[in-house]
T-cell receptor, first 114, second 112 residues
Framework: KAGVTQTPRYLIKTRGQQVTLSCSPI?????VSWYQQTPGQGLQFLFE???????NKGNFPGRFSGRQFSNSRSEMNVSTLELGDSALYLC?????????????FGNGTRLTVT | QQQVKQSPQSLIVQKGGISIINCAYE??????FPWYQQFPGKGPALLIA?????SEKKEGRFTISFNKSAKQFSLHIMDSQPGDSATYFC???????????FGTGTKLQVIP
């Protein structure tokens, strides 16, 4: 079974631009979560989608948004990029939504904002 | 209430030694406590998980110890190997549409 695929692997953007990251979950997994990873902060939860609906949201500004398609693939969008948005963005899929279903992570998209 | 505090931030252990990473939580509603292992350039991968109805779970060289009354849990890596060098994250969550809360991570280096 193929794992979670995230594209692109690396992105360099300029302040003020917007960016879209893509995530393809493991086949059969209907829940997709997004996390921001920065040194010292660990993994910060962004949002979780299940059946095309956002089920949970973390404490990030409205510039961070996402969506899930009918095939469970998900995209995350960040508008008006700031230097502090530079991070590794991780997508994770799971069979079911919620906290007690094991998460399967992709290898992330490294975003650098200059 | 949603925090999970993890220590130490970094750890150096000699090959063959025991690596111990500790985590503490506040929310007594948490009922699932996984540990994830992350190698450089890779996403985290589930290592082992425990529920609060047991005090210990062992899988190979990896053991989770859980103290419900103290709201603490820890990961023990016995006979640590250089291949165990990675960043380890503890986490806690509830069932239902609840997010997983991660600790800040521990970078483990096992030296020969």
């Amino acid at each position: 079974k193929a794992g979670v695929t995230q594209t692109p692997r690396y992105l360099i953007k300029t302040r003020g631009q917007q960016v879209t990251l893509s995530c393809s979950p493991i086949s059969g997994h209907r829940s997709v979560s997004w996390y921001q990873q920065t040194p010292g902060q660990g993994l910060q939860f962004l949002f979780e989608y299940f059946s095309e609906t956002q089920r949970n949201k973390g404490n990030f500004p409205g510039r961070f948004s996402g969506r899930q398609f009918s095939n469970s693939r998900s995209e995350m969008n960040v508008s008006t990029l700031e230097l502090g948005d530079s991070a590794l963005y991780l997508c994770a899929s799971s069979l079911a939504p919620g906290g007690d279903s094991p998460l399967h992570f992709g290898n992330g998209t490294r975003l650098t904002v200059t | 209430q949603q925090q999970v505090k993890q220590s130490p931030q970094s750890l150096i252990v000699q090959k063959g030694g025991i690596s111990i990473i500790n985590c503490a939580y506040e929310n007594t509603a948490f009922d699932y406590f996984p540990w994830y292992q992350q190698f450089p350039g890779k996403g985290p991968a589930l290592l082992i998980a425990i529920r609060p109805d047991v005090s210990e779970k062992k899988e190979g060289r990896f053991t989770i110890s859980f103290n419900k009354s103290a709201k603490q849990f820890s990961l023990h890596i016995m006979d640590s190997q250089p291949g165990d060098s990675a960043t380890y994250f503890c986490a806690a969550s509830r069932g239902g549409y609840q997010k997983v809360t991660f600790g800040t991570g521990t970078k483990l280096q096992v030296i020969p």
